[in-house]
């Protein structure tokens, strides 16, 4: 039986964003056709609130998908769509800003620990200048698998399958098809996730320290994997692994900031329409 190979390791790099949330960007931007249909992964994590408090004041997004998981802390969703909800410890939040949606993320708390990701997946051209959307998920919306060996997998997206147990996630998206899922490895167990042929894979390791085929991948490391063959994971001390999976769209990306379309012109008409006040009509 192949494996899928391990084409690319990186650790997350310090950012900030927002009104200066200190952050790991794992990836964004450069070389982000490698993680097609993915844009970006953010990893915010403290107990300073000096590093979070400012959060997200509104801004606009156009072209794109936001998926916020929310490990622990509280933070409040509103747009101008009338949109508004509390994101908690478990939590998902899901927003298509599509034609467009100026949003605002800002904490709920001004002290303890605050942790999550926020992840963006592209939208096929089609459905770019489609309606935006939102949904809050509660943690107990968010479907869980736990394996014989007690790993548990929260199923944000897509099919956790691993040839037993077999859960559908939350939110499931025909082009893009992508899997989300926080996979929690208890100190000596393993976990073959089955992913079909052709969906781009990637493991961010969050905690402890976890086995790729065999390879071991440490705390804060994000590996890239080929489109085909098995998934094996293990870890000897426990681990905790968020794994993105998703059906390249093989698309033009022109990024300008929140902004994700398919050439420079798309990218002029959103500034516009940003600065002129027609956005997301």
């Known amino acids: 039986m192949s494996h899928r190979q391990i084409l690319e390791q990186r650790p997350g790099q310090p950012a900030s964003d927002g009104a200066g949330v200190n952050l790991t960007r794992v990836f964004a931007e450069q070389g982000v056709p ?3 249909p993915f844009l970006m992964l953010d990893e915010f994590g403290s107990a300073n609130p000096d590093d979070y408090v400012a959060g ?3 801004h606009p997004h156009r072209g794109f998908e936001t998926i916020t998981y929310m490990i622990e802390g509280r933070m409040r969703h509103e747009d101008h769509l009338g949109n508004s909800g509390l994101l908690q410890n478990g939590g998902v939040q899901w927003m298509t800003a599509a034609r467009g949606i100026v949003h605002s993320e800002m904490p709920e708390q001004e002290e303890g620990v605050m942790r999550g990701f926020q992840i963006w997946l592209n939208l096929p051209a089609k459905d770019k200048m489609g309606d935006p959307g939102y949904r809050d998920f509660d943690p107990a919306e968010i479907p869980r698998a736990v394996t014989a060996q007690g790993v548990e997998a929260l199923v944000i997206a897509g099919r956790f399958d691993d040839g037993q147990l077999v ?3 939350a939110v499931q998206r025909p082009h893009t ?4 899922f926080d996979l929690q490895l208890p100190a000596g167990s393993q976990v073959a996730p089955r992913l079909a042929d052709g969906l781009r894979a990637m493991l961010y390791v969050y905690e402890g320290e976890l086995q790729v085929n065999g390879s ?4 804060g ?5 080929s489109e085909q063959g098995a998934l094996e994971l293990a870890s000897a001390g426990g681990a905790k692994v968020l794994l993105l999976a998703g059906r390249p769209l093989g698309e033009p990306i022109v990024q300008y900031g929140p902004f994700v379309m398919n050439s420079r012109e798309e990218i002029e008409q959103a500034l516009r329409d940003y600065r002129d006040g027609r956005f997301g009509v």
């Open 34 to 36: 490698r993680f097609d």
């Open 56 to 58: 997200f004041p509104a």
């Open 167 to 169: 859960r559908d996630g």
């Open 177 to 180: 098809e992508p899997h989300i």
């Open 216 to 219: 071991a991948i440490g705390k």
């Open 221 to 225: 490391r994000l590996v890239r994997l």
